[in-house]
């Protein structure tokens, strides 16, 4: 079956450090690839997402490209802050009820220490 | 407010007693989906439904109902809850056409 998965974490970065979070994925159609952040106490929030393979999807300084060859979505951000400190989620739909059927990965918890 | 709601935020019951869980969204969404977090394993779907008086079943629907009586309701039911079903439980409500899922602030529920 369909399935996602994220690099281990926690992972712990210094303000205005680099970040990736790896995520590649199993699908036996043609998916479209999400992150998902989700903060302390609150429901998750699309982050940004890519329907087609090449695709660039950004949102908030963070970004993730859709690469077919490596089934793969990593997600980066050029300079984290504090408040992107969160758990994020790597996730893809595919198929006819794509508006409704997420596949999760196992989830990222990020920590940025001022 | 675009928004979808659950009740209650936090539940303690027992082992054997039948409790709901509620889900309504704002937005006239067609589908709805209930997802249970869990350590390890990230979020799992139960079940979901496509519109009114449809639904169907996810990864992990064992030991749950639901029901779809209104567009903007899509509530879960525990029949019989046991300790196993402890874990963090989110509604999510979309359009078909948008693939963007919108979540509830998430049900924590302890079953002792």
């Known amino acids: 079956g369909d399935s996602v998965t994220q690099m281990e974490g926690p992972v712990t970065l210094s303000e205005e450090a680099f970040l990736t979070i790896n995520c590649t994925y199993t699908?036996?159609?043609?998916?479209?690839l999400f992150w998902y952040v989700q903060y302390p106490g609150e429901g998750l929030q699309l982050l940004l997402k890519?329907?087609?393979?090449?695709d660039k999807g950004s949102n908030k300084g963070f970004e993730a490209t859709y690469r077919k060859e490596t089934t793969s979505f990593h997600l980066e951000k050029g300079s984290v802050q504090v408040s992107d400190s969160a758990v994020y989620f790597c996730?893809?739909?595919?198929?006819?009820?794509?508006?409704?059927?997420?596949?999760f990965g196992e989830g990222t918890q990020l920590t940025v220490n001022p | 407010e675009a928004q979808v709601t659950q009740n209650p935020r936090y539940l303690i019951t027992v082992t054997g007693k039948k409790l709901t869980v509620t889900c309504s969204q704002n937005?006239?969404?067609?589908?709805m989906s209930w997802y249970r977090q869990d350590p390890g394993l990230g979020l799992r779907q139960i079940y979901y439904?496509?519109?009114?008086?449809?639904?169907d079943k996810g990864d992990v629907p064992e030991g749950y109902k639901v029901s779809r009586k209104e567009k903007r309701n899509f509530p879960l039911i525990l029949e019989s809850p046991s300790p196993n079903q402890t874990s963090l439980y989110f509604c999510?409500?979309?359009?078909?056409?948008?693939?963007?899922?919108?979540f509830g602030p998430g049900t924590r529920l302890t079953v002792t």
């Open positions: 996730a893809l739909s595919i198929g006819e009820t794509s508006g409704s059927r997420l596949t």
């Open positions: 999510a409500s979309s359009q078909d056409t948008t693939y963007e899922q919108y």
């Open positions: 890519a329907t087609k393979a090449d």
């Open positions: 699908a036996t159609g043609y998916p479209s």
């Open positions: 937005m006239n969404h067609e589908y």
């Open positions: 439904s496509m519109n009114v008086e449809v639904t």
